[in-house]
Structures are given as structure tokens and as C-alpha cells.
T-cell receptor, first 114, second 114 residues
Framework: RKEVEQDPGPFNVPEGATVAFNCTYS??????FFWYRQDCRKEPKLLMS???SGNEDGRFTAQLNRASQYISLLIRDSKLSDSATYLC???????????????FGRGTSLIVHP | DAGVIQSPRHEVTEMGQEVTLRCKPI?????LFWYRQTMMRGLELLIY????????DSGMPEDRFSAKMPNASFSTLKIQPSEPRDSAVYFC????????????FGPGTRLLVL
């Protein structure tokens, strides 16, 4: 089983729709979680962190379910500009301590059409 | 503020040639990451440095790949000899390891090995 798994999509939705992505992780010792956005032929950029209590930033809501080992991203009122690939990132601690090691999912492609 | 700087942005070379990719992290960041991204395998962590010291190089494909970080403001990833299967986008990212853990990516180097 891969450490971090995402449905590659593409998710093809009309403007204004609500869309949700999930990301599952296999390492129960994972410490922190993030969603990144990557536009075509660009570098990944942080979209939002994922906190245990869930967090919201405008139209975007991220949640963490430690018991089931997944994180989710909900996008409300989709815009054309939301079209991108959404990558989840799971950080785990090194056995010897120190910095967290990030593992990226393969990403979920979102296409928002008029 | 300047972000992560990578050079060259594009590289086309022939099989067997040496390739050197360069990265300048964000000033003040003490962790640096090298990633490779392909359609088949997604974003893979190759190696990461903390305070200029290589911490985890388990993602480095084989002995043809080597990375150095001689000081806090410069790192190189070298492939010698290069092979067509090395063709990918190589990203460098940096972060402040005791901060928010947010990684900031450079624009990437698109490598094509013929």
C-alpha cells in the first residue's frame, strides 16, 4: 500500500459546484498534514494546513480523520481558477528525531468548466 | 522577497552527459529538499538536508545521483552519467524546520535526456 494515496481524477465539475477530495495515509505516526495546489507546468504551492479540529479558509475546508487515516478538502462554489492539481502532503517524524519527512500524494486533478 | 531560485530552468542533454542542477533556498531556511516529478511516479523526495547536512537520501535512485549543500545558500544535484529515464522536472524546496513546516518550492528544472 502506498504511503499516501489520492484519486487522480480528473474531477470535472461546473462552476459553482461543490467538490470534495480525500487523501488516505498508511502511517499512523504521521504528524502533520497539508494540501498543496499545483497549476499546469508550475511548482506546488501551499493551499492550507490541515488541523485536527478542521480548518476553513474562504471556500476551502480541510479536515483530518486520524481514526480512519484520511484528510479531506472541500471546495465550495467552484471557480474556473480552481482548476489545478491538488496534492496532499503527510509529514512523519524520523525515527531518530529531528525534522519531519514529507510524503506527497500523486495529486487529484480538478477541472472546473463554465 | 526572492523565493527559491533554481537554475537552469530547462536543460536538454544527451545520454551519458553530466547534468548539474542548482538551487538557492530562501534566506533563513534551514531545510532543503530535492524532488523529482514525472507523470508516472508523481512527486518523489530524493534527498533532504537539515542545516546543510544530508539527513535522508533514501529516495536517491542510484549512484548516478549525488547532492551537495556546501553552505546554507546553495545546493546542487548532479546526475552522472545521465540517462533518458532521468527526464523529469526537478524541484528544490526549502523551509524553516522549526517553523510552520511549510515548504516553498522553486520553479523547477525541466530536464530532457535524449
Amino acid at each position: 500500500r502506498k504511503e499516501v494515496e489520492q484519486d487522480p481524477g480528473p474531477f470535472n465539475v461546473p462552476e459553482g459546484a461543490t467538490v470534495a477530495f480525500n487523501c488516505t495515509y498508511s502511517n499512523s505516526a504521521s504528524q502533520s498534514f497539508f494540501w498543496y495546489r499545483q497549476d499546469c507546468r508550475k511548482e506546488p504551492k501551499l493551499l492550507m494546513s490541515v488541523y485536527s479540529s478542521g480548518n476553513e479558509d474562504g471556500r476551502f475546508t480541510a479536515q483530518l480523520n486520524r481514526a480512519s487515516q484520511y484528510i479531506s478538502l472541500l471546495i465550495r462554489d467552484s471557480k474556473l481558477s480552481d482548476s489545478a492539481t491538488y496534492l496532499c502532503v503527510v509529514n512523519k517524524s524520523r525515527r531518530s528525531g529531528g525534522s519531519y519527512i514529507p510524503t506527497f500524494g500523486r495529486g487529484t486533478s480538478l477541472i472546473v468548466h463554465p | 522577497d526572492a523565493g527559491v531560485i533554481q537554475s537552469p530552468r530547462h536543460e536538454v542533454t544527451e545520454m551519458g552527459q553530466e547534468v548539474t542542477l542548482r538551487c538557492k533556498p530562501i534566506s533563513g531556511h534551514n531545510s532543503l529538499f530535492w524532488y523529482r516529478q514525472t507523470m508516472m511516479r508523481g512527486l518523489e523526495l530524493l534527498i533532504y538536508f537539515n542545516n546543510n547536512v544530508p539527513i535522508d537520501d533514501s529516495g536517491m535512485p542510484e549512484d548516478r545521483f549525488s547532492a551537495k549543500m556546501p553552505n546554507a545558500s546553495f545546493s546542487t544535484l548532479k546526475i552522472q552519467p545521465s540517462e533518458p529515464r532521468d527526464s523529469a522536472v526537478y524541484f528544490c524546496a526549502s523551509r524553516f524546520s522549526r517553523g510552520s513546516e511549510t515548504q516553498y518550492f522553486g520553479p523547477g528544472t525541466r530536464l530532457l535526456v535524449l
